[in-house]
T-cell receptor, first 114, second 115 residues
Framework: GNSVTQMEGPVTLSEEAFLTINCTYT??????LFWYVQYPGEGLQLLLK?????DKGSNKGFEATYRKETTSFHLEKGSVQVSDSAVYFC?????????????FGKGTLLTVNP | KAGVTQTPRYLIKTRGQQVTLSCSPI?????VSWYQQTPGQGLQFLFE???????NKGNFPGRFSGRQFSNSRSEMNVSTLELGDSALYLC??????????????FGEGSRLTVL
């Protein structure tokens, strides 16, 4: 079946540091890939998405590129802020009639210190 | 525009009881899906409804069930509760497929504790 593996946290960075959270996936077919973020006490929010190979999703300074050859979708940000502290989830959707069934990674807790 | 609303936010039950959780999706969203979030297993898909029909189901026992009403509101029910059912239950609604495929809007969740 489909699966998503992301780097285990927690990740602790200083403000303005560079962030990378690794994500790799296993899937049949051509899934869409997502990063969701969960701030403390809140539900998940879509951060960015990519629907086909070589697509780059971007939002709020975060970027991730859909790499089919390495089955990866790593999340990056050039300069993190304290407000970026949250749990980040990589996910894929199987597409077609299963567009709404997302398979999530375990999540990576990011803490940014001032 | 109001977000996804889940009720109750917190509840405590004892083993063997049953529980019903409610979810009101964003206006205009016809798809509602449910996820269970636990520290050990992470986020796991329960089921998804569209226009009152269950379209997808995850690998959970039959004690977990759900339904969707004509106004798109959804409920999920867990019968004969077990300690392992303690979790945050998240509801998500979606606008639809095409360019928005996989874009879910989550509620804040219902935290269930089973004693």
């Amino acid at each position: 079946g489909n699966s998503v593996t992301q780097m285990e946290g927690p990740v602790t960075l200083s403000e303005e540091a560079f962030l990378t959270i690794n994500c790799t996936y296993t899937a049949t077919g051509y899934p869409s890939l997502f990063w969701y973020v969960q701030y403390p006490g809140e539900g998940l929010q879509l951060l960015l998405k990519a629907t086909k190979a070589d697509d780059k999703g971007s939002n709020k300074g975060f970027e991730a590129t859909y790499r089919k050859e390495t089955t990866s979708f790593h999340l990056e940000k050039g300069s993190v802020q304290v407000s970026d502290s949250a749990v980040y989830f990589c996910a894929l959707s199987e597409g077609g009639g299963s567009n709404y069934k997302l398979t999530f990674g375990k999540g990576t807790l990011l803490t940014v210190n001032p | 525009k109001a977000g996804v609303t889940q009720t109750p936010r917190y509840l405590i039950k004892t083993r063997g009881q049953q529980v019903t959780l409610s979810c009101s999706p964003i206006s205009g969203h016809r798809s509602v899906s449910w996820y269970q979030q636990t520290p050990g297993q992470g986020l796991q898909f329960l089921f998804e409804y569209f226009s009152e029909t269950q379209r997808n189901k995850g690998n959970f026992p039959g004690r977990f069930s759900g339904r969707q009403f004509s106004n798109s509101r959804s409920e999920m029910n867990v019968s004969t509760l077990e300690l392992g059912d303690s979790a945050l239950y998240l509801c998500a609604s979606s606008l639809g497929g095409g360019a928005h495929a996989g874009e879910l809007f989550f509620g804040e969740g219902s935290r269930l504790t089973v004693l």
